[in-house]
């Protein structure tokens, strides 16, 4: 039992701020190296071939493929994650567009029904038959016709 135990007073403070800036150096690596696959793989300007010949160079000479690529490609970088990002907003946006304005939805076509029939204008068999197709998803939401029972709103 010769060894030699080393206690956290035995270690330099110095030596505490390299191995933090180490650790701090190796992640901000890793990110990088996800950081540049993930833009490979993005780049609709790439045929198969390159994005692969890139992939095996990041993979197999991981600094030097790193470098590289951030020397030869690293510029448009991030032109191309903004680019994805607007193209991710326009995309969400018009879903909430198209989700606000689908129509009206089945209660309000029901209460609309409702109204119609209360004025006289369909009767108590249409009513029920387009209150069926409201309530099946089948009947028309926002035509003037009565959900497919022939008689328009008058």
């Given at each position: 039992m010769s060894a030699r135990t080393y206690l956290a007073y035995d270690?330099?403070?110095?030596g505490a701020f390299w191995t933090m800036l180490m650790i701090f150096l190796w992640i901000m690596?890793?990110?990088?190296?996800?950081?540049i696959v993930t833009d490979?793989?993005?780049?609709d300007g790439l045929s198969g071939w390159a994005k692969a010949g890139w992939l095996v160079f990041c993979v197999l000479l991981p600094?030097?493929?790193v470098f590289v690529y951030v020397?030869?490609?690293g510029r448009n970088m991030g032109h191309r994650e903004r680019a994805q990002a607007r193209a991710q907003q326009?995309?969400?946006n018009a879903y909430i567009?198209?989700?606000a304005a689908g129509g009206s939805s089945s209660v309000d076509e029901l209460a609309r029904l409702s109204e119609i029939r209360d004025r006289g204008a369909i009767t108590d068999e249409e009513f029920r038959r387009a209150k069926d197709l409201v309530l099946s998803g089948h009947g028309p939401a926002g035509r003037a016709d009565?959900?497919?029972?022939?008689v328009s709103a008058r």
């Amino acid at each position: 039992m010769s060894a030699r135990t080393y206690l956290a007073y035995d270690y330099p403070l110095l030596g505490a701020f390299w191995t933090m800036l180490m650790i701090f150096l190796w992640i901000m690596w890793i990110v990088l190296l996800f950081r540049i696959v993930t833009d490979i793989f993005r780049d609709d300007g790439l045929s198969g071939w390159a994005k692969a010949g890139w992939l095996v160079f990041c993979v197999l000479l991981p600094f030097l493929g790193v470098f590289v690529y951030v020397i030869a490609r690293g510029r448009n970088m991030g032109h191309r994650e903004r680019a994805q990002a607007r193209a991710q907003q326009e995309e969400f946006n018009a879903y909430i567009r198209k989700a606000a304005a689908g129509g009206s939805s089945s209660v309000d076509e029901l209460a609309r029904l409702s109204e119609i029939r209360d004025r006289g204008a369909i009767t108590d068999e249409e009513f029920r038959r387009a209150k069926d197709l409201v309530l099946s998803g089948h009947g028309p939401a926002g035509r003037a016709d009565t959900a497919g029972t022939g008689v328009s709103a008058r």
